[in-house]
């Protein structure tokens, strides 16, 4: 069973230009949660999809906006990229129902470095 | 923000017990503790969750203070794999994948 999975792994951008990040979740997941790492800090939440809509939203401005597909696969879009978005970007999948816990998997994350 | 307290680090020698402390004084009654870790690189993983009574398997055991204002994280015999960053959230359970809310944890160093 194929966990999270996210691409690319690594990406290079330069101010300005815009990036898409793209995820697919854990086998028979249905919601998809982005985060935004910085180095030496934890996870912060970006925003967070299900049924291909945008559910919950961090502190994070328009230029981060995403997308939720049919087969539950997810795209994370920044548009006018500025230095301070360097970071590791993770997706995490859960599943909606069943679980008392909701336990969220999380991919291996895209190293985006911004020049 | 995060709603937890943690230590920025603690050491530990392998085959010991690694003991990682969280204070969250302002849980609310339907809010569990989550444990997260983080090994350098990859993406945080789930270790164990509780509400109010100790939980244990195959990775560790959670031990919650009667008045749930602060638990343990009880690795029993600490490996150098075990070396990352630990994080520890309360978080409502039951709500379709509600948001983690990171602080930024305690870095566990095991050392042989």
């Known amino acids: 069973d194929a966990g999270v999975t996210q691409s690319p792994t690594h990406l290079i951008k330069t101010r300005g230009q815009q990036v898409t990040l793209r995820c697919s979740p854990k086998s028979g997941h249905d919601t998809v949660s982005w985060y935004q790492q910085a180095l030496g800090q934890g996870p912060q939440f970006i925003f967070q999809y299900y049924e291909e809509e945008e559910r919950q939203r961090g502190n994070f401005p328009d230029r981060f906006s995403g997308h939720q597909f049919p087969n539950y696969s997810s795209e994370l879009n920044v548009n006018a990229l500025l230095l301070g978005d360097s970071a590791l970007y993770l997706c995490?999948?859960?599943?909606?129902?069943?679980?008392?816990?909701?336990?969220?998997?999380f991919g291996p994350g895209t190293r985006l470095t911004v020049l | 923000d995060a709603k937890t307290t943690q230590p920025p680090s603690m050491d530990c020698a392998e085959g010991r017990a690694a003991n990682l402390p969280c204070n969250h004084s302002?849980?609310?009654?339907?809010?569990?503790v989550y444990w997260y870790r983080q090994i350098h690189s990859q993406g945080p993983q789930y270790i164990i969750h509780?509400?109010?009574n100790n939980e244990t398997n195959e990775m560790a055991s959670l031990i919650i203070t009667e008045d749930r204002k602060s638990s343990t994280l009880i690795l029993p015999h600490a490996t150098l794999r075990d070396t990352a960053v630990y994080y520890c959230i309360v978080r409502v359970a039951g709500q379709a994948g509600t948001a983690l809310i990171f602080g930024k944890g305690t870095t566990l160093s095991v050392s042989s």
């Open positions: 995490a999948s859960s599943l909606s129902t069943g679980s008392s816990y909701n336990e969220q998997f």
């Open positions: 302002t849980i609310s009654g339907n809010e569990y």
């Open positions: 509780g509400l109010k």
